[in-house]
């Protein structure tokens, strides 16, 4: 299965400012994912990234909030825009060509601390 | 739309015991498929175990094993002869086809 190389894996900013979360993926890939995991919960889909088109979010998401670009299929980032200490969370990105096989792999997530 | 249901929090077993993580799904689709995950404190989401809902035999490996009732829409976890290096949060997902459904986890403790 595809391994998932996410960075940065850790970082704390400044409200107001933007933080940009990428993952390159060591093959290609038909699918990839974005997360949002709160302290001590679940995952939340954030948005399907699609290869060169505009990503699908999921309700309650927004591009102007996240936006996300997948220049390729083994590429993608995903941008926190404008943070809020409410954006404080693990984001994970997740990949998957046969998943049916593999099933989905993740990235080591990234630690997002907004102060 | 697809739920997930964990109703178990938290669940502690001594070493080398065996332990049943219980999951609940919700889907009107027939063809899917039932994933359970395990994140340790590393945050690295792991594959456990994987089951396609056509299949009718209850997936394997190693020390991992599911009971898969589709009809009743049940898949448990029971991970036998547990290990120190088990503990951790483990997810059921579910994916119909493509996107997943994530449950809220069971932190599992595993006592020396």
């Known amino acids: 299965s595809a391994v998932i190389s996410q960075k940065p894996s850790r970082d704390i900013c400044q409200r107001g400012t933007s933080l940009t979360i990428q993952c390159q993926v060591d093959s290609q890939v038909t699918m990839m994912f974005w997360y949002r995991q709160q302290p001590g919960q679940s995952l939340t889909l954030i948005a399907t990234?699609?290869?060169?088109?505009?990503?699908?979010?999921e309700s309650g998401f927004v591009i102007d909030k996240f936006p996300i670009s997948r220049p390729n299929l083994t590429f993608s980032t995903l941008t926190v825009s404008n943070m809020s200490p409410e954006d404080s969370s693990i984001y994970l990105c997740s990949a998957a060509s046969q998943f049916t096989t593999y099933g989905y792999t993740f990235g080591s997530g990234t630690r997002l601390t907004v102060v | 739309a697809q739920t997930v249901t964990q109703s178990q929090p938290e669940m502690s077993v001594q070493e080398a015991e065996t332990v049943t993580l219980s999951c609940t799904y919700d889907?009107?689709?027939?063809?899917?498929?039932l994933f359970w995950y395990k994140q340790p404190p590393s945050r690295q989401m792991i594959l456990v175990i994987r089951?396609?809902?056509?299949?009718?035999q209850n997936a394997t490996e190693n020390r991992f094993s599911v009971n898969f009732q589709k009809a009743a829409k049940s898949f448990s976890l029971k991970i036998s002869d547990s290990q120190l290096g088990d503990t951790a949060m483990y997810f059921c997902a579910l994916s119909v086809p493509e996107k997943l459904t994530f449950g809220t986890g069971t932190r599992l403790t595993i006592i020396p």
């Open positions: 089951q396609e809902a056509y299949k009718q």
């Open positions: 889907t009107s689709e027939n063809n899917y498929y």
């Open positions: 990234a699609n290869q060169g088109s505009e990503a699908t979010y």
